[in-house]
C-alpha cells in the first residue's frame, strides 16, 4: 500500500542517511523496520501488567510546557520515586524513575506524549516486581 507523510526536511535527510549507512535496500524498507519496532514497544507497554519498576526519559522545550509537566509529576505522585532533570538551552532533557502499577506508569507515559513541546517519550521497564 502506497501512503504519504509529512516529514521535515532535516529528519528526512538524517534518516536516509541512517538506512543507508546500515545497508538497507530503500527508504520503504526502513520505514517498514522503524513502524514494526514502533508497534513492538507499544504492544511491550501495553502488555505489562502488575507491579513494575521504570524509568522514563523525555525531552522537551522548558517555556511551553513546564507548568502543565509540573502538574502532571504532581498527578502522579504514587508511582513516582524520583526525577532528574538537565538544561540544554530552551530544551530539558528529564528522566523520570517509577515504581508501581504497570497501567499507572502506562498512564503517565501517554500524557507525556499527548504534548507537541516533548519532543520524545522513551520508557524502559527495567524490571516487573513479583
Keep these: 500500500m502506497r501512503t504519504s507523510l509529512n516529514v521535515p526536511q532535516e529528519v528526512l535527510e538524517t534518516f536516509d542517511e541512517t ?3 546500515e ?3 530503500s527508504r520503504s524498507r526502513a520505514v ?3 513502524m514494526q519496532e514502533y508497534v513492538e514497544r507499544h504492544t511491550q507497554l501495553e502488555d505489562l501488567e502488575g507491579e513494575a519498576v521504570a524509568a522514563i526519559a523525555f525531552d522537551y522545550e522548558h517555556t511551553l510546557v513546564i507548568g502543565d509537566l509540573h502538574r502532571i509529576q504532581h498527578e502522579f505522585e504514587d508511582v513516582i520515586g524520583t ?3 538537565m538544561h540544554r538551552g530552551d530544551w530539558c532533557l528529564e528522566t523520570i524513575f517509577c515504581t508501581g502499577p504497570a497501567g ?3 498512564e503517565l507515559v501517554y500524557q507525556l506524549r499527548d504534548f507537541d513541546a516533548v519532543g520524545r517519550v522513551n520508557v524502559m521497564f527495567l524490571q516487573p516486581v513479583a
Design 23 to 25: 545497508g538497507l535496500e
Design 83 to 85: 526525577t532528574q532533570h
Design 104 to 106: 499507572r506508569i502506562r
Design 32 to 34: 517498514r523496520e522503524a
Design 19 to 21: 538506512w543507508k549507512a
